[in-house]
């Protein structure tokens, strides 16, 4: 009987001492998670009210962007910061901890700084900006977005590239859009004893009809490359750069749809053979 009035009195004072701990910090737990999720909807509305402010400054685009995804990561970690804190973790020892903690985070996260530091120069000296079309990192597309940690790329067949800002701000790139105007150039083949003047004055009479080709520079053909099978002519026009593949692909058509009309012959690799009797 002694033993049952034991285990009763210890099984009353676990059950105070768990009553007291919920009191303390349950009310802590849920207010905490209160404040976070009501924090990220105030977060989510604030992002919003700064894109829409940066809009109406007429901010270039590309600093709207990479901005927006700052305010929205530094916002976050003020609100969890204060969420730890309603649940009574002590910040000054938090802080302690991160900072003991710190040289290793960094070597860690090296490369996102990087990618955060390329981000801030692409942003300063602008190679580029949203809209233009690049070449960069083996990749090609139009720069849609420049986040705070990468830029992402929309290629011609619509698929979406995420680029690091560490080795796109360091690196090699082709920018197709900062010059109004582009060349053009085709390697177009007629055969061996067909007439190259007729070739050249087709070739020229097709850019000279097509008002797309521009008069200033004129237009180029001549007598590129004896090859093996073929008399390869190079040719080369400037046109404007929103022009540039449809007078491409214009034109390598008209070629080939001509040809025949000029006598010329469309040549392909080809092999003889000469057989010595013995």
Known sequence: MENLDTVSTHLNQLLRTLSSYVSEYGLRLIGALVVLVVGLWIVKLLVRSSQRLMDKSKLDISLTTFLKSMIDILLKVLLIISVMGMMGIQMTSFIAILGAAGLAVGMALSGTLQNFAGGVMILIFKPFKVGDFINAQGY??????????????????????FIPNGPLSNGSLTNFSTQPNRRVDWTFG?????????????????MKEDKRILTDPEPFVALGELADSSVNLTVRAWVKAADYWGVYFDM????YKNADQFGLSIPFPQMDVHLDKA
């Open 140 to 161: 090609s597309g139009v720069v849609k977005e420049i986040r705070i940690f990468v830029t992402v790329l929309t290629t011609p067949d619509n698929k979406t590239i």
């Open 190 to 206: 007629i055969a061996y004893g067909d007439d190259y003047d007729k070739a050249k004055a087709m070739l020229l009479d097709m």
């Open 252 to 255: 390598n058509e008209k070629f």
